[in-house]
């Protein structure tokens, strides 16, 4: 439950605070219950304000395309494709974590939240949002810490106050008029499994043309699909 | 002719050593593919349970048996972030892991909704009938 509540909150944090096309390299380690480490890399193109496409180089050949409610992950190598249509819009946690950093307070406020608290601890300064009437029940507040005018941490809270995620952020670096993070780390607390997951972002180049294979990905024909929808 | 004896031997060794050497490499792909195909249906199984029970407790409590039905039938939805980087195999069974336990647990606390939902309209029933029993009583 927690989890679909914290994919929840975080699909509503403003995406489209980033107006210009993105592509990002990226480099992706996830730590669960399971032995080991899972290592991904890659590219990601951003096209506002719903278009996402991922080309996976590591550890397999595999490109996804995230549009709203439709999810496509196409094997060139193997000429294999899923395709899953939801009933509700996909969500990427890592890369809205990493791209809601254009708004600082995240667009918490246009989504309802009300700042409770503020306070300053030594060079970073503690915001706290409590959520409005509708989800107040679901989820708990969202605490947000700032040094230097960036974020350096959000952490989310369940209805009962306690720790349900936190994501840092650090690396700054300036990409056009904006500022990004090329590191963002999160813990999330899932029931009796914990998962720790950082990103590394590389290369970033906003408002650039995308190439057309991106902009207009089709799966090749003779591909064998697999149509699921849920 | 001691040359040549010696390039049959190599030859002939080599030979054996691919005889054994195919069938174990395949039956090893065979087998990461396997084992790529269950690790992703017990990840689907694992992450399908945590889907929210409360939300079909609720639609089970309303609906009764029709509930039941629709917490069977739909599927819940996958969080695509797992099935980055993932093979074909994984990625196959990780979906139908997710979805058929999914669904299961759906149907499962949609039945404890429609269970509570029935016990307490046999309270109610009975709360009825004690209190027309009562006024006739009079």
Redesign the interface.
């Known amino acids: ?1 927690a ?2 509540v914290l ?1 929840l909150v975080l699909s509503q944090i403003l995406i489209a605070e980033i107006k210009d096309n993105l592509i990002v390299n990226f480099s ?1 380690l996830l730590t669960n219950k399971k032995p080991g480490v ?3 890399k ?1 590219t990601i193109f951003y096209q506002p304000p719903n278009d996402i496409l ?1 080309y ?1 180089t ?3 050949n ?1 490109h ?1 395309k ?1 549009n709203d409610k439709t ?1 496509v ?1 196409y ?1 060139p190598d ?1 000429k ?1 494709a ?1 395709r ?1 249509q ?3 819009p ?5 890369f809205q974590a990493f791209i809601s950093l254009t708004n600082k307070n995240l667009g918490l406020a246009e989504m309802g939240y009300t700042l409770s608290q503020s306070e300053k601890r030594g060079d970073t300064l503690i915001t706290r949002w409590v959520p409005p009437a509708r989800i107040k029940k679901a989820v708990g507040p969202i605490i947000i810490g700032m040094v230097n005018d960036q974020v350096g941490f959000m952490e989310m809270q369940n209805s009962k106050g306690r720790t349900i995620g936190r994501v840092s952020y650090s690396d700054y670096s300036k990409i056009g008029n904006i500022m990004l993070p090329m590191r963002v780390s999160a813990v999330r607390y ?2 009796k499994d914990t998962t720790y997951e950082t990103v590394y972002y590389s290369n970033p180049r906003l408002n650039v043309k995308l190439p057309d294979e991106v902009v207009n990905f089709q799966i090749p024909k003779g591909t064998e699909i ?1 149509e ?3 | 002719m001691k040359r040549y004896n010696n390039a049959n031997k190599a030859i002939c060794l080599v030979l054996a050593l691919l005889l054994v050497a195919v069938p174990v490499m395949a039956e090893q792909a065979e087998k990461a593919d396997i084992t790529d195909y269950m690790q992703g249906k017990m990840d689907g199984q694992r992450d399908g349970k945590s889907s929210s029970e409360i939300l079909w407790l609720a639609v089970g409590f309303l609906l009764g048996p029709v509930g039941i039905l629709i917490g069977y039938l739909v599927p819940p939805t996958v969080p695509a972030d797992r099935l980055i980087g993932k093979s074909t195999e994984y990625v196959q069974g990780y979906t139908e892991g997710y979805q058929n336990k999914g669904k299961q647990q759906n149907a499962i606390w949609a039945a404890g909704g429609c269970l509570l939902s029935a016990v307490g309209w046999c309270v109610y029933y009975f709360l009825v009938i004690a209190a027309a029993a009562a006024q006739t009583s009079y």
């Open positions: 439950m989890s679909i994919c992706r899972d290592s991904v890659g991922i996976v590591e550890p397999v595999q996804l995230f999810l992950i094997y193997e294999k899923f899953i939801a009933r509700v996909f969500v990427l946690p890592f899932l029931g697999k699921v929808s849920w």
